[in-house]
C-alpha cells in the first residue's frame, strides 16, 4: 500500500478553464520537486502531452495516461491508476467536458463523476465565474448536491474580475460551508492556450513557447494556496498492482513519432512491451529510412494534414513504408497513420502523395465528420487477432474517404457500433497484413491485442528465415 495525495480537477462545463488550472497546478507542484504522475479523463490524445511536459521534472517529461469509463472497465481503470499513481507525491487527474457529462443524459457512463467514484478521489470544481457572484454559490449547491456519492472537497473560481468580485464570491459561498473556496483566479488572455479542432494545439517541447507551463504555474499560484490545497486534501491509499518479471523483447515493431504522428495512448505502447514487441521510434518527417531489422509498424494518429507537404516529399520513406507493407509483415494503422497509407491527402493547399499502400485518397473537410466511442467487432482474423474480435475505442476526424477511387474494392473487415447503435458505412480496412481504420483503439478494452500483434510479428518472422 502507498499512501499518496491525488484529486480529480472537474468543469461546470467545457471551456471553464480546467485545462489550464489543471497545468498550472501540476508546474506549481512539479517545481516545488515534487513528483506529479498526471491523468486525463476521456479519450483525449493532445491534454495529456501538455500534461507530460507541465510535469517534467529532472528526468524530463511524464507521461499522462487515459481513464475512460467507456472505453474500459472499472477494474482497468482503478489498475491503470495504482500502477502509475502508487509511485509518485500526488496524483492529478484532468476531466472530460462537465464534471456530469458523459455518453447519456440519464447515466454518468463515461463522465469524470463516474471516474473519481471509481477511484474514490475527491473533486476540486472549476467555476467560470464571469458575470456571477452570488448566482455562483447556487450553481455550486446544485453539483454538491447532484449524486450523492461524489465528494466535492472545493472550488476554485476562474476568470474572476477583481479582489472586489473575488469578495463577492467568496461571501457567496459562506453559504455552502461545506465546499470551501480553494481560489480565485484572475482573467489572463496571455497564458490562453492555440486551439485547433476540438482541443488545444499539440505541444511541441522544444517550440518557443515552453515557458507557458511556467506562466501557468505562477498564474494558478496568485489565486490559490496551493500547499493549503494539498494540505486540505486526505491521503488516498493506492496499491500497485503485480508487474511480472519483464521479458525480453521477442520483435521490433517500428512507431511513428513526431509532430505529424503523435497520438498514442500511453497504455498501448505498455501493453506492447509487456506482450514483447521493442518499440523503436521513427520520424515520416525527418527519417529517409526505416530502422534497422523491423518485425512490425504501429502508426498511430496525428496531424498529418498539417505536415502534407513535408511527408510527401519525403519519397524515399514512403516508398519504403509501402515496399514494407508489401512485404506481408503486420503493420497497424489508425486515423493519421490510415491517412499516410493512402494514396494521397488533399487539402486547402493542394494535393499531397502518400504511401499509396490503401488506393483512396483523404480529404480535408471544413468541420469534423465523425466524433464519438466505437466498439468494434472483427468479421475476419487481422494482425489484432481472429474473426469475432472486439474492442472499444473512439474516432474524431475532419477528413474523408472520396467516394471515387478504390473504396468499392477493399477489404472491410470492422462491424462499428456507436452511441446510438450500428455505424453505417465501410471500416476496418485490410490489405494483406495490412490494417487500417480511422478508430483509434484502447488496447485495454482488450488485451489480447497486443498479444496477437507480437505473434502476428513473430509469425511473420519465423515464415522468413
Request: glycine letters at 12%; proline letters at 6%; charged letters at 20%.
Amino acid at each position: 500500500m502507498a499512501s499518496v495525495k491525488a484529486f480529480v480537477i472537474a468543469g461546470t462545463h467545457s471551456g471553464c478553464g480546467k485545462t489550464s488550472i489543471s497545468l498550472g497546478l501540476m508546474a506549481a507542484m512539479a517545481r516545488r520537486g515534487m513528483s506529479v504522475q498526471p491523468f486525463k479523463c476521456g479519450p483525449d490524445f493532445i491534454d495529456p502531452g501538455h500534461h507530460a511536459l507541465a510535469c517534467a521534472g529532472k528526468d524530463g517529461p511524464v507521461p499522462s495516461h487515459n481513464l475512460d469509463g467507456w472505453m474500459l472497465d472499472r477494474p482497468s481503470n482503478i489498475e491503470i491508476f495504482n500502477r502509475y499513481g502508487s509511485d509518485c507525491d500526488v496524483a492529478v487527474i484532468e476531466g472530460v467536458m462537465g464534471l456530469f457529462d458523459g455518453i447519456s443524459g440519464t447515466l454518468d457512463d463515461g463522465s469524470t463523476a463516474q471516474m473519481a467514484k471509481f477511484l474514490g478521489l475527491p473533486v476540486i470544481l472549476v467555476v467560470d465565474a464571469r458575470s456571477m457572484a452570488r448566482s455562483a454559490a447556487a450553481l455550486v449547491s446544485g453539483y454538491s448536491r447532484f449524486d450523492a456519492d461524489l465528494n466535492i472537497v472545493g472550488v476554485i473560481f476562474n476568470r474572476v474580475g477583481g479582489p472586489s468580485h473575488a469578495e463577492l464570491l467568496r461571501d457567496a459561498m459562506s453559504l455552502l460551508p461545506g465546499v470551501p473556496v480553494l481560489g480565485c483566479l484572475s482573467r489572463d488572455e496571455s497564458i490562453a492556450a492555440e486551439s485547433r479542432h476540438l482541443g488545444l494545439v499539440t505541444p511541441d517541447r522544444d517550440g518557443p513557447d515552453m515557458d507557458r507551463y511556467q506562466r501557468l504555474g505562477d498564474w494558478v499560484e496568485k489565486g490559490v494556496s496551493v500547499d493549503g490545497l494539498l494540505a486540505a486534501l486526505p491521503d488516498v491509499e493506492t496499491t500497485p498492482p503485480f508487474t511480472p518479471v519483464p521479458q525480453l523483447p521477442k520483435v521490433s515493431v517500428g512507431l511513428a513519432r513526431d509532430n505529424a504522428f503523435c497520438f498514442y495512448y500511453e497504455e498501448n505502447l505498455h501493453l506492447l512491451r509487456e506482450a514483447g514487441a521493442r518499440l523503436v521510434e521513427f520520424s515520416p518527417l525527418a527519417d529517409t529510412r526505416l530502422p534497422d531489422e523491423l518485425d512490425g509498424l504501429y502508426l498511430g494518429g496525428g496531424y498529418p494534414e498539417l505536415y502534407a507537404f513535408e511527408l510527401g516529399q519525403n519519397n524515399k520513406l514512403r516508398r519504403e513504408i509501402k515496399e514494407f507493407c508489401e512485404s506481408g509483415r503486420p503493420v497497424y494503422a489508425e486515423c493519421g497513420g490510415f491517412m499516410y497509407l493512402m494514396n494521397d491527402i488533399v487539402t486547402g493547399r493542394g494535393r499531397y502523395a502518400m504511401s499509396g499502400v490503401f488506393p483512396i485518397r483523404a480529404e480535408m473537410a471544413d468541420r469534423f465528420r465523425v466524433l464519438g466511442y466505437r466498439e468494434i467487432v472483427t468479421r475476419e482474423a487481422t494482425v489484432l487477432g481472429p474473426a469475432g474480435l472486439s474492442a472499444r475505442g473512439h474516432e474524431f476526424h475532419y477528413s474523408f474517404i472520396q467516394e471515387e477511387g478504390g473504396l468499392a474494392d477493399l477489404d472491410a473487415v470492422y462491424d462499428v457500433t456507436g452511441r446510438k447503435g450500428p455505424v453505417e458505412g465501410p471500416e476496418g480496412f485490410r490489405a494483406g497484413n495490412v490494417l487500417g481504420s480511422y478508430v483509434h483503439l484502447h488496447f485495454a478494452s482488450n488485451p489480447e491485442i497486443p498479444e496477437a500483434f507480437v505473434k502476428a510479428c513473430l509469425e511473420r518472422a519465423a515464415g522468413n528465415t
